[in-house]
């Protein structure tokens, strides 16, 4: 069953890279991403890699994505100002 689970979270996690890749809009690429980044992060706890895992949680989906959220609202901020 543990397989099973894993094969479906390599699946998403797979759809994910390719929908970030081809999405034209910086935001949903971004959101996408930090939905990458949990999905590893559950991929790591199923592999018992509990501390791998936070690690990814944290730098991976949350750090990274508010930085790329608010760069992304800096340079909207600029565009409508310029």
């Known amino acids: 069953m543990i397989g099973f689970i894993v094969l479906c979270i390599f ?3 797979i759809l994910l890279a390719i ?3 081809s999405n ?3 935001a949903h690429s971004v959101i996408l ?3 990458f980044g949990l999905g590893s992060a559950v991929l790591f706890v199923l592999f018992s ?3 791998v895992a ?3 949680a944290v730098i991976g989906a ?3 994505g508010v930085v790329l959220l608010v760069t992304l609202l800096q ?3 600029k565009g409508r100002n310029a």
């Open 33 to 35: 991403f930090m939905g």
């Open 62 to 64: 949350g750090t990274s």
């Open 49 to 51: 890699a509990p501390d």
């Open 11 to 13: 699946a998403m996690l």
């Open 24 to 26: 034209n809009d910086l």
């Open 54 to 56: 936070l690690t990814e």
């Open 19 to 21: 929908f970030i890749i």
């Open 75 to 77: 340079i909207s901020k």
